[in-house]
C-alpha cells in the first residue's frame, strides 16, 4: 500500500531556531517527492520538487533532501521565522499508466514562537 | 493571474441535504483534481479530470459523491444525503497537463469548508 509518514506530528520552536522535519514514504512508482506549506484555511503551496536523481533542493531558508535508497526525505527550516508557523506536508507523485497521482502525508505542524 | 479559486469559503447544511462545491481553475489547465482534508491529515485524493472527462474517480467514497466539469473548466462536485462525516475541507487543485509528464505542478484553491449538522 502507498503510505506516506511524517514526524513530528506537531513542533514548537522559537523564532530564529533551526528545525528538521522528517518524512518516510513507500510508494511505487516513484515519479517526485514535493514538500507544501499550507497555512491555516489555505491550501498547499508548493515549496520544492525532487525527482529522484536529486539529493537536495533549497528555496530560501527551506532545504529539502532525499535518499532514494531508504526512501526518506527531510525538510530544514533555518532561522525560523513567526510566518514559517503551518502545516508542512510531505507529498510523493507516483505514476501509473501516464497518470500522477500526488499520495500526502499527514503533515507536521510547526508553530514558531516569539 | 488569478489563482484557483473556490465557492463558498464556508457551507453549512444539514443532515440528509445536497451540496454543491465549485471550482475555478487557473485558465488554460486541462486537469483538474479535487480532494477532501480533515481536520489533522493531508488531503485525500477524490477525483481527477483531464478535459471534460473524468479520468479518475477511484477516490470517491461512495455514490452519493458526484463531479463534473462540462466545458472543460469549472468544476462542480456535488454531495447529495450529507452525512455528518462528510464534514471536512474540501479542496480543488488545477495543472497545466498530467499523463506524461510527472514534474507538473498542481495548484491548490483555498478550499471550500462543509459543515453537515
Known amino acids: 500500500k502507498n503510505q506516506v509518514e511524517q514526524s513530528p506530528q506537531s513542533l514548537i520552536i522559537l523564532e530564529g531556531k533551526n528545525c528538521t522535519l522528517q518524512?518516510?514514504?513507500?510508494?511505487?512508482?516513484?515519479?517526485?517527492l514535493r514538500w507544501y506549506k499550507q497555512d491555516t484555511g489555505r491550501g498547499p503551496v508548493s515549496l520544492t520538487i525532487?525527482?529522484?536523481?536529486?539529493n537536495t533542493k533549497s528555496n530560501g531558508r527551506y532545504t529539502a533532501t532525499l535518499d532514494a535508497d531508504t526512501k526518506q526525505s527531510s525538510l530544514h527550516i533555518t532561522a525560523s521565522q513567526l510566518s514559517d508557523s503551518a502545516s508542512y506536508i510531505c507529498v510523493v507523485t507516483s505514476g501509473f499508466g501516464g497518470y500522477n497521482k500526488l499520495i500526502f502525508g499527514a503533515g507536521t505542524r510547526l508553530a514558531v514562537h516569539p | 493571474g488569478a489563482g484557483v479559486s473556490q465557492t463558498p469559503s464556508n457551507k453549512v447544511t444539514e443532515k440528509g441535504k445536497y451540496v454543491e462545491l465549485r471550482c475555478d481553475p487557473i485558465?488554460?489547465?486541462?486537469?483538474l483534481y479535487w480532494y477532501r482534508q480533515s481536520l489533522g491529515q493531508g488531503p485525500e485524493f477524490l477525483i481527477y479530470f483531464q478535459g471534460t472527462g473524468a479520468a479518475d474517480d477511484s477516490g470517491l467514497p461512495n455514490d452519493r459523491f458526484f463531479a463534473v466539469r462540462p466545458e472543460g473548466s469549472v468544476s462542480t462536485l456535488k454531495i447529495q444525503r450529507t452525512e455528518r462525516g462528510d464534514s471536512a475541507v474540501y479542496l480543488c487543485a488545477s495543472s497545466l497537463q498530467s499523463g506524461g509528464v510527472s514534474y507538473n505542478e498542481q495548484f491548490f484553491g483555498p478550499g471550500t469548508r462543509l459543515t453537515v449538522l
Open positions: 485558465s488554460g489547465h486541462t486537469a
Open positions: 525532487m525527482t529522484f536523481s536529486e
Open positions: 518524512c518516510n514514504y513507500t510508494v511505487s512508482p516513484f515519479s517526485n
